[in-house]
């Protein structure tokens, strides 16, 4: 008899706080569907060419070679735009492991945006290679571009310790597609 009271007592308890309401509202994590993106273009010759590839937030490497629209990295991008680049890309052999992602994605933050180099011509007819971080902005949810790099006709480079450090790196990444 003790043991059925003490067991509705403690139902009751657990009923009890159960119901009780949590005044602490936890934030929910995004992770973002892009981190780094490579976009080269040209229009040498007449004809338009334009390619690269995006890393995922899962560490997948993306490729995309003319599509049919590419919403622009040079300004923020929505997370339907995003979406939409990325249903435009197709999978390469390439992927990023868990901590090589996380080591280069922990600098984006640190990255400042006040200091590049001069802008000096690069040649003729090579195009313009663009490396690109993106930081999710929690309250949006849009990805705010940062420009690592700018290579080709016309080369200018973020002077940023981790700019810098992203931007060699995802050229050794862009090594390993071709």
Known sequence: MKINGLIRFNFLLLLLCASCGNDVIEKEIITPKIYFEMHYENDAWG???EAGFVITGAGLVTKFDNP???NSS????????VLDNL??????SVTISSNELSAYTNLIPTITTSEFSKKVSG????GIFLYYAYQ???TTGNYDPILLEQ?????MSNKD???IKIATWLKEVRDKIQ
């Open 47 to 49: 004809m338009h060419r």
């Open 68 to 70: 049919a629209t590419w």
């Open 74 to 81: 040079d300004r923020t991008l929505t997370p339907q735009q």
């Open 87 to 92: 249903n435009q890309t197709t999978a390469t």
């Open 123 to 126: 040649g003729n007819d090579r």
């Open 136 to 138: 999710l902005n929690p």
């Open 151 to 155: 290579d080709g006709d016309w080369k």
């Open 161 to 163: 310790e981790s700019a």
